[in-house]
């Protein structure tokens, strides 16, 4: 199945976090499959805090948009329709909460969880955490909220 962000348009596909257009990114993939979301990622060797860990803000930007991205799955399974169809369900983070539960260690594939907790209006709650060799290392909410319609206008516009 198709990452949800190779479903965005092009106008909407710059984020440095997750957008396929975006070649100094991360582009990260969100794949639903139904129940929650996953992503997987191999941080670079500078992506270090202290040698042989993790930064911080990149395990942060990595729950942001795989927040995101899981959010605008769910919604346009919710409405029963084809992912990346218009009129676009595209989310905004208007909140973000990380708890570093431990140290990630740096090497390894880290694969990324996003689970709805709520789906109500243009809102989307989500869950998620980080799991590295079975371990669950970072955990995190997301307050997605989908782009009001003259942000969409706009953007779409100007491209
Ligand atoms: C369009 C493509 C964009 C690509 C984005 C890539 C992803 C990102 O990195 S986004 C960058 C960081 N985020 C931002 O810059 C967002 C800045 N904030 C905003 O633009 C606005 O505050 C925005 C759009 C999030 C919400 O504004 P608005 O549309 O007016 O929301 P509003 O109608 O008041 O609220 C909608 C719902 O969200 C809730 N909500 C809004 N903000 C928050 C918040 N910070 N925390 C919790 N809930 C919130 C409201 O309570 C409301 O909930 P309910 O329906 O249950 O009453």
């Given at each position: 199945m198709n990452a949800i962000q190779d479903t965005y348009p092009d106008e909407l596909?710059?984020?440095?976090?997750c957008g396929r257009l975006n070649p100094d990114g991360l582009q990260i993939k969100s794949v639903w499959n139904g129940n929650e979301a996953i992503a997987r990622f191999t941080p670079r060797p500078y992506h270090t805090a202290v040698p042989g860990y993790v930064y911080g803000?990149?395990?942060a930007s990595l729950i942001d948009c795989h927040g995101t991205g899981t959010a605008a799955a769910a919604a346009y399974a919710a409405a029963?329709?084809?992912?990346?169809?218009?009129p676009y369900l595209r989310f905004l983070t208007a909140s973000l909460r990380v708890n570093f539960l431990k140290p990630t260690p740096l090497g390894p594939e880290l694969i990324i969880h996003g689970r709805v907790k709520e789906l109500a209006g243009r809102k989307v709650v989500v869950?998620?955490?980080?799991?590295?060799d079975g371990e669950t290392t970072v955990q995190g909410e997301v307050v997605a909220v989908q782009a009001?319609?003259?942000?969409?206008?706009n953007l779409l516009r100007r491209d």
């Open positions: 596909s710059h984020c440095y976090g803000g990149l395990l029963g329709r084809e992912p990346g169809t218009a869950e998620a955490w980080i799991e590295v009001p319609d003259h942000m969409l206008a």
